[in-house]
């Protein structure tokens, strides 16, 4: 499954680069291309809720076939509209949306099966390489269609990403089709409005979750500077390539930080140690916003990304321990609204305060007063950072193991 997310992330960087390129080639029009953004973030609201509650409902390796098929046909689509030139950009929100529904279904789904598939304290180590493959993928598949918009003209070029975003991902669909039967443990919950309402009511009942989830959105809504990107390229560094070193500085830094980052399965605080992360991030990203050095801007949110990378970590490491298996699939599915939506909104945090206070300010003022509320909310609301992950057991095994297949399909 590893191997197989890996390719399918890689290649869906081709069509997220390829999409907001075809559509501005369409409209000439920015407006066009953000809302891209809307058509992709209101389905994830609505079916990253209910996928999790049906991660909880069936079993969870038809449930992912089932979404990986939806997102493939969704590939599909940008590759056929493409080739037949239809140019209509009404098509390609469409597209993203079914896209977006796919993604919210499969996401949590996917993040549920880790703890079933690994004994318990392998979890961290599980999702450090989930995460960091991730994180190469995003720093690799843009600079990759880079290579293929530079080589050939734009109507060669866009179905050649889409193409192979569709062939990479075969690979992911294919390890899905071999892994083994994943039935629900336990009672089983119908998917459902009264499922969801049940996941709300546990995560509020278990405070070191609500809490995780709290200090992300800070992370995320608070210090993401990724919309004043633009604006410093050309203000700072004369454009032209600085944009491109600015938008892959935080995932190196993330995929640096995977690669170093054996000492976190061994850390106990774990819930300290994510107010820590979160903390480093913001006020890297605050530093950052200082720099009038390319360079030396690249370094500091590399750093962020790293920090971001291990606040990730122990986020997704504290819900697949301390959730029961039954609502790991419905809190996955807040996880993800709350991942997602983040960022989306720090997007909107950031253009909307450079507009009114400059983007300097917007820049390394969000990254400190994510970290300032970081702390401020870990002093209030102490349970988070006194939570400790479980002790190993003496001889860990993975939970509710299912048997295994013979062969694959």
Not at 100 to 105: E, G, R, T
């Amino acid at each position: 499954m590893w191997i197989g997310t890996a390719f399918s992330n890689y290649g869906y960087q081709f069509t997220a680069v390829a999409v907001p390129v075809e559509m501005f080639a369409l409209t000439q029009k920015s407006f066009w291309v953000g809302l891209l953004g809307i058509a992709a973030l209101v389905p994830l609201l609505v079916f990253g809720l209910w996928g999790g509650a049906l991660a909880d409902a069936m079993d969870r390796r038809k449930l992912l076939i089932a979404g990986s098929v939806v997102m493939w046909l969704g590939t599909l689509g940008f590759l056929v509209q493409s080739l037949a030139e239809w140019d209509n950009p009404w098509l390609l929100l469409l597209f993203t949306a079914v896209q977006s529904c796919a993604f919210a279904v499969t996401n949590p789904t996917r993040s549920a099966i880790i703890p079933r598939l690994v004994p318990g304290h392998l979890v961290p180590a599980a999702n450090t390489l989930s995460f960091t493959t991730g994180e190469a993928a995003v720093v690799l598949g843009p600079l990759t269609v880079g290579v293929i918009l530079a080589s050939w003209d734009l109507h060669t070029a866009l179905p050649i990403a889409y193409a192979a975003d569709a062939l990479l991902f075969t690979v992911g669909l294919w390890s899905t089709l071999r892994l083994p039967a994943i039935p629900p443990v336990g009672e089983t919950a119908r998917a459902g409005l009264r499922s969801v309402v049940e996941g709300f009511r546990y995560l509020a009942g278990a405070p070191v979750l609500l809490l995780s989830f709290a200090i992300d959105i800070i992370a995320m809504t608070i210090a993401m500077p990724r919309a004043l990107f633009p604006e410093i390229a050309a203000e700072r560094f004369g454009g032209g390539a600085a944009v491109g070193f600015l938008f892959s500085a935080i995932a190196i830094g993330s995929v640096l930080g995977g690669l170093t980052s054996g000492w976190i399965g061994r850390v106990r605080r774990q819930g300290l140690a994510l107010v820590g992360a979160v903390v480093a991030w913001g006020v890297l990203v605050g530093l950052a916003g200082f720099a009038h050095s390319l360079w030396l801007m690249v370094v500091v949110l590399a750093l962020a990304g790293a920090a971001d990378l291990v606040s990730a970590v122990f986020r997704h490491s504290i819900l697949l321990v301390y959730a029961p298996d039954q609502m790991r699939g419905r809190l996955q599915g807040v996880m993800t609204v709350v991942v997602a939506g983040g960022p989306r909104l720090g997007d909107l945090r950031a253009g909307g305060t450079a507009a009114i206070w400059g983007v300097g300010a917007a820049f390394s003022g969000g990254g400190f007063a994510a970290a300032g509320l970081a702390i401020a909310l870990a002093l209030v609301f102490p349970a988070l950072a006194r939570y400790r992950s479980p002790d190993p057991e003496p001889d860990p095994q993975p939970a509710a193991q299912p048997e295994p297949i013979s062969s694959g399909p």
